[in-house]
């Protein structure tokens, strides 16, 4: 099982442009998570989901969107870059039940010059 | 709403030196979890520990939960440069669905 597989790893974009980072997950997961994680810093928590069709804001939403159109892939969408989203992003999943760990991807990490 | 902090945020030891990391949290915890992230790495699930006063040991590690279920703690004998990294509590919000994470302790070992 590959587990979560996110692309890109790397990207940079500039100020103004779009793009969308990818999230798949090969383990049946209903729970995913998107988060950004700044320098020396912890995780927060931008969007979740708990199943396919239902997603939901997290601590920092502003300037992402989220889909779930399949339980297995979880994009996140970045319209109008700044540079305050300048940082590594972390997808997660967990399974069903309230003691499941969080399962996370390699990150992929965003410059916004 | 709940928050959960760390200390400390950073910690440099001697290589053979022990290290402890305490985490807290502001209201009290059906489950706490721990994770490791390896510089450039991403978070790794380390153990769940769900009954106060918990106690569970993985090889020089040895995680403890307190009595109230508010705090808990990491502790790691004998710091080898493999324990370089973050280590990270979370405890669960939201019926479980979703965690809350400490802002971790970054750990740096000299060998």
């Known amino acids: ?113 | 709403g709940q928050q959960v902090m760390q200390i400390p945020q950073y910690q440099h030891v001697q290589e053979g030196e022990d290290f402890t990391t305490y985490c807290n949290s502001s209201t009290t915890l059906s489950n706490i979890q721990w994770y490791k992230q390896r510089p450039g790495g991403h978070p790794v699930f380390l153990i769940q520990l769900v009954k106060s006063g918990e106690v569970k040991k993985q090889k020089r590690l040895t995680f403890q939960f307190g009595e109230a279920k508010k705090n808990s703690s990491l502790h790691i004998t004998a710091t080898q440069t493999t324990d370089v990294g973050t280590y990270f509590c979370a405890g669960p919000r939201n019926a479980g669905n979703m965690l809350t994470f400490g802002g971790g302790t970054r750990l740096m070992v000299k060998p």
């Open chain 1, 1 to 113: 099982n590959a587990g979560v597989t996110q692309t890109p790893k790397f990207r940079i974009l500039k100020i103004g442009q779009s793009m969308t980072l990818q999230c798949t997950q090969d383990m049946n997961h209903n729970y995913m998570y998107w988060y950004r994680q700044d320098p020396g810093m912890g995780l927060k928590l931008i969007y979740y989901s708990v199943g396919a069709g239902i997603t939901d804001k997290g601590e920092v939403p502003n300037g992402y969107n989220v889909s779930r159109s399949t339980t297995e892939d979880f994009p996140l969408r970045l319209e109008l870059a700044a540079p305050s989203q300048t940082s590594v992003y972390f997808c997660a999943s967990k399974g069903q039940g309230v003691n499941q760990p969080q399962h996370f991807g390699d990150g992929t990490r965003l410059s916004i010059l």
